[in-house]
């Protein structure tokens, strides 16, 4: 994909790659040298630069910090078995973005100013771009209601700003979950399918609890019945009941998440049964109780996929079973990590290489 227009990039005199040890890579703690940002004044998005990563000032009135006009994105992008890097499903970010601004009453971005950006700021830190198995360089675009006044109101003007950082996987084990019974992350007709940074905030509290309680996240339930699964954390929820991969259908609460979709299709494509339908808990422990094969995972980007060894229902521990190389969700995982790399054909055009 060629970038349409050049954004003036002022490049930084203190690098600090120099800084990162490539060897331990937490999710966030490495911000790369340079960052993308733009306005959004007197209807148009203006001025879009490229320059050193820094600090931004702010009036203590800015919008989005009273009233919550904040929205982002989580991508990344790999390096490929050639050396070179692939920027994953532009598109499709581009997309879910779009919608999530507008949910929250902000302006859309343009596809070529999204694409174009991203595109700038990964080639001009293309040495921040991690090499070897499950690294990449995380990309976060972050929107918000720049415009500085009191009163409760649709700000006029706003800032993108894309910042990048090496990554490792988000967690490192499988994760241990409690089913959250009482506090709700979404209800219908909110803003549950939204990235904006109420949802994370308002998780926050039930997640917290459940650390202290030694789970590594929060299982959410639905809003109205607390019975059917919806979402963990930053990751959309995976079974796999006797080989049928089995997820919660998309819906105004849940996020559409990138990872579930390219995993659904690579499934598909794998000739494993999915099924996108309603999935109660009771229907997880009915099938645990029963010795049926029980496989459950997270996924998104940050996490890629995250195996799941323990789920906490109403204060029981129900154990799932280790995943072998031969589970479905180490299969789906390997095929999307051979896309990602440049090991196998891209047939579904995901890639975006810089
Ligand atoms: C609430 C929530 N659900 C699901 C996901 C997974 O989405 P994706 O695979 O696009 O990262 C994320 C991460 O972006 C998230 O924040």
């Known amino acids: 994909m060629e970038a349409i ?5 002022k490049g930084t005199t203190h690098s600090v790659l120099h800084e990162v040890d490539w060897k331990n890579l937490p999710f966030g703690r ?6 993308f940002i733009c306005q959004y004044k007197n209807g148009e998005w203006q001025d879009p630069q490229i320059k050193p990563f820094q600090n931004i000032s702010v009036a203590p009135t800015m919008l989005a910090l009273h009233y919550g006009q904040s929205v982002f994105e989580g991508m990344k992008a790999f390096r490929m078995k050639d050396g070179r890097i692939n920027i994953f499903r532009i598109e499709k970010h581009h997309q879910r973005i779009n919608a999530s601004l507008d949910r929250m009453c902000m302006p859309p971005i343009p596809y070529e100013l999204f694409a174009t950006a991203l595109q700038q700021l990964v ?9 070897g198995e499950d690294v990449a360089l995380y990309i976060r675009p972050l929107v918000f209601a720049s415009e500085a006044k009191f009163g409760v109101k649709v700000s006029d003007e706003y800032t993108l700003i894309i910042m990048t950082g ?22 219908k007709g909110g803003v549950g399918y939204a990235k ?5 905030g308002g998780a926050f509290y039930a997640t917290q609890k459940a650390r202290e309680e030694g789970f590594d996240n929060v299982l959410w339930m639905d809003a109205f019945e607390h019975e059917y699964i919806e979402e963990s954390g930053t990751m959309n929820l995976l079974f796999v009941i ?12 849940i996020l559409d998440g990138i990872t579930r979709d390219s995993l659904l299709t690579i499934a598909k494509d794998l000739g494993i049964e999915t099924e996108e339908r309603k999935i109660s808990i009771s229907e997880i422990v009915k099938a645990l109780d029963d010795g049926c094969s029980v496989e459950a995972f997270g996924a998104g980007t940050a996490a890629v996929v995250a195996p799941i060894s323990v789920i906490g229902v109403d204060g029981e521990l129900y154990h799932l079973p280790t995943y072998t190389n031969g ?8 095929a999307l990590e051979a896309i990602r790399s440049g090991r196998t054909e891209d047939k579904y055009g995901w890639n975006c290489v810089v």
């Not at 006797?242 to 609460?253: G, N, Q, R, V, Y």
Request: charge should be positive; hydrophobic fraction near 35%.
């Open 327 to 334: 589970s479905v969700m180490n299969k789906l995982k390997k």
């Open 196 to 200: 904006c940074a109420g949802n994370y």
């Open 30 to 35: 490495y911000v790369s040298d340079h960052m």
């Open 242 to 253: 006797d080989e049928k991969l089995i997820t919660p259908p998309l819906s105004d609460s």
């Open 123 to 131: 080639s001009v830190d293309k040495d921040w771009v991690p090499e």
């Open 166 to 187: 090496p990554v490792s996987t988000l967690y490192q084990k499988p994760i241990k979950v409690k089913v959250e019974r009482h506090y709700i992350r979404a209800a």
């Open 5 to 9: 227009f050049d954004i003036p990039v």
